[in-house]
């Protein structure tokens, strides 16, 4: 079941340039979508979240792009610090009754000094 | 900046024993939760729980896995007798409330070693 794709398992990027990171989805029906970060033995830690209805949501150093109709979200990462080293992942949310998130299956971010 | 909690953080236990695994959700929330991600794999949603009672729960929640909410801070996972396949990260996670734009917030996890 890979409702939600995250097709890149690793990424390197020079600290202070751009990191992004991609996310795919099939189910139309999710209308809610969120980054969140995980070093190792630690839990998810929430980032960033947008909502269906926008394309487009800031935070600092972190933007969230949602492309509905390409079923596209990414994660972009401005200036990228070496302390955002970590696996990122990418979950979705369906609107009504339920609350579980579906998870894609994470991006190692290495970012170089 | 109130955090979920879990306990123990890492639990080795015999094959067909029963564990509990411990979370204290942060302390306004009102939606707690269970996800586990077995090694290399995705995290998986377990269970949703709502005033007391199970709001939803994936196909992985069989007979063997219960939750409960003893008192009222603590948030409990049991599984009656475990299997070798039950090893993984176990998550708690907590909501101020349901439904979309109330972000998840998730524990440290607890990994569960079955021999």
């Known amino acids: 079941d890979q409702q939600v794709k995250q097709n890149s398992p690793s990424l390197s990027v020079q600290e202070g340039r751009i990191s992004i990171l991609n996310c795919d989805y099939t189910?139309?029906?999710?209308?809610?979508f969120l980054w969140y970060k995980k070093y190792p033995a630690e839990g998810p830690t929430f980032l960033i979240s947008?909502?269906?209805?926008?394309d487009k949501n800031e935070d600092g150093r972190f933007t969230v792009f949602l492309n509905k109709s390409a079923k596209h979200l990414s994660l972009h990462i401005v200036p990228s610090q070496p302390g955002d080293s970590a696996v990122y992942f990418c979950?979705?949310?369906?609107?009504?009754?339920?609350?579980?998130?579906?998870f894609g299956t994470g991006t190692l971010l290495a970012v170089q000094p | 900046e109130p955090e979920v909690t879990q306990t123990p953080s890492h639990q080795v236990t015999q094959m067909g024993q029963e564990v509990i695994l411990r979370c204290v959700p942060i302390?306004?929330?009102?939606?707690f939760y269970w996800y586990r991600q077995i090694l290399g794999q995705k995290v998986e949603f377990l269970v949703s729980?709502?005033?007391?009672?199970?709001?939803?729960k994936s196909e992985i929640f069989d007979d063997q896995f219960s939750v409960e909410r003893p008192d009222g801070s603590n948030f409990t996972l049991k599984i009656r007798s475990t299997k070798l396949e039950d090893s993984a990260m176990y998550f708690c996670?907590?909501?101020?409330?349901?439904?979309?734009?109330?972000?998840?917030?998730f524990g440290p996890g607890t990994r569960l070693t079955v021999t």
């Open positions: 996670a907590s909501s101020e409330t349901s439904g979309s734009s109330y972000e998840q917030y």
């Open positions: 189910n139309s029906m999710f209308d809610y």
């Open positions: 947008i909502s269906s209805i926008k």
């Open positions: 979950a979705a949310q369906e609107g009504g009754a339920t609350n579980k998130l579906i």
């Open positions: 302390s306004n929330h009102l939606y």
């Open positions: 729980f709502y005033n007391n009672e199970i709001s939803e």
